[in-house]
C-alpha cells in the first residue's frame, strides 16, 4: 500500500462510538442449581481466562436468575450447544428462570461436584467449581476451575474433541443472528510462516 | 427422549478432563505501544464484560510482550482482522514482539488516545482506556472501556457493522485450526418462540 493510499484508507475509518463490540461469539449455556433446581441461561460472554488449572470466565448481567446459584454452589457448568439445539437454546434466552421453571427444557445429569447440572444433548460439558465473582457493573464475571470436560466417542477425533462434529452456533449480539460455524481453512501458527512482512 | 434413552446417553458421557476448553473464539490482534512503537499480538480469549460502558476484557499470558505496554499506557487496541487477513494475522502469533519489531506489518492508525495503536487493514478496531487488570496465575486479564469503534462505510448495513462484510475468523486452539464464520441460519431471541418444551 502506498502513502497515498495508506492515508486515504485512515481517513475513511469511521468512529461509530462505544458500544458493544461486533463479533461473533459461541453460543452457551450456563447451568446452576438455584434453589435445589437446574437452570440453564444462554450467553456468549465467555473465555479462557488461564491455562494451568484451565479457568474459564461468563460474564453475565446481573438481572439474570442463574447468578445467585452460582453463588450459592460455588459451582456451575459451560455446555455447548450444537447447531441442531437452535430453537432449545434460544428458548432458553426469551424466557427468564424467574419466571418460568427450564429444568424440563433438557435433560440434566451431575458430575463430581454434584451441583453443576449440565445438559446431556449437548456435545461438550464444562464442570467448574467457582474461584472468584467480580462485579463488574452491569455484569458479574464468574471464574471457574474446569475440573471436567465431558463428551462422547462420537464427537472425537484421534482421542480430542472435534469442532466440526461438535458444530456450535455462533451469536452476533448486535444484528440478533446466529451464524454457523464456516469451514476450517489453515492451520494456526502455520499459514502464517510463508508471510513475509 | 425415553429414561431408557437418556440414561444410556448420559452413560455414554466421557470426562477428558481438565483441559482448555474446545469452543472457537474470534481472532483478535491486540495493540499496544511497547517503549513508543505499535505492537500486534494474536489472541482469542476475549469477551465483552458490561454494557454500559461497554468494556472489553483480554486474557494474555504473562510472557507476552504486549503486556508491559498495556500497563505502561493504560491503552490498548482489539482488532478484528476479516478472513483474508489470515496469513498476515497469524505471521504476528508465530513471531514474538520480543525478537521481532513488528510496527511494520501493518498500516497503523492512532485515534483519541493516542497510545492504542490500531490496525488499518481491519475492518473492526476498538480503541479502550484500561479499568484495571486481574492476576489470574499464568494470565493476566485486561478489562477495558470501549471509547471508540472504528470501521468504515463500505462494512456497515443501515448504519450498523455487519459481520457478513467483515467476515472474522476463528481460532480452535486445540486443534490449531483457523475456522471461517458460516452463514446466519435464524433469529436470536426469535427462532425459540416456536419451541414448545
Not at 42 to 56: D, H, L, N, R
Not at 119 to 140: A, M, Q, Y
Not at 166 to 174: A, D, E, H, Q
Request: charged share 25%; hydrophobic share 40%; proline share 6%.
Amino acid at each position: 500500500m502506498s502513502n497515498a493510499e495508506m492515508k486515504k484508507e485512515v481517513k475513511n475509518k469511521i468512529d461509530v462510538g462505544a458500544k458493544i463490540a461486533p463479533y461473533p461469539m459461541p453460543v452457551i449455556l450456563v447451568g446452576a442449581n438455584v434453589k435445589g433446581k437446574a437452570n440453564f441461561l444462554v450467553a456468549a460472554w465467555f473465555m479462557e481466562t488461564a491455562i494451568s488449572p484451565p479457568k474459564v470466565m461468563v460474564a453475565l448481567n446481573k438481572l439474570h436468575y442463574t447468578n445467585q446459584g452460582i453463588k450459592e454452589n460455588k459451582t456451575f457448568s459451560v455446555c455447548i450447544p450444537s447447531e441442531d439445539m437452535m430453537k432449545s437454546t434460544d428458548y432458553c434466552g426469551i424466557v427468564s428462570g424467574f419466571k418460568v421453571e427450564k429444568s424440563g427444557v433438557f435433560n440434566v445429569f451431575y458430575g463430581k461436584l454434584k451441583t453443576a447440572p449440565m445438559v446431556t444433548e449437548c456435545p461438550v460439558n464444562l464442570e467448574c467449581r467457582l474461584d472468584k465473582v467480580i462485579d463488574n457493573g452491569s455484569h458479574e464475571l464468574f471464574d471457574g476451575d474446569i475440573l471436567s470436560t465431558y463428551t462422547e466417542e462420537k464427537y472425537l477425533t484421534d482421542g480430542a474433541v472435534d469442532i466440526k462434529k461438535v458444530k456450535p452456533f455462533l451469536l452476533s449480539l448486535n444484528e440478533r443472528l446466529y451464524y454457523k460455524l464456516g469451514e476450517p481453512t489453515a492451520k494456526a501458527w502455520g499459514v502464517g510462516k510463508k508471510y513475509k512482512p
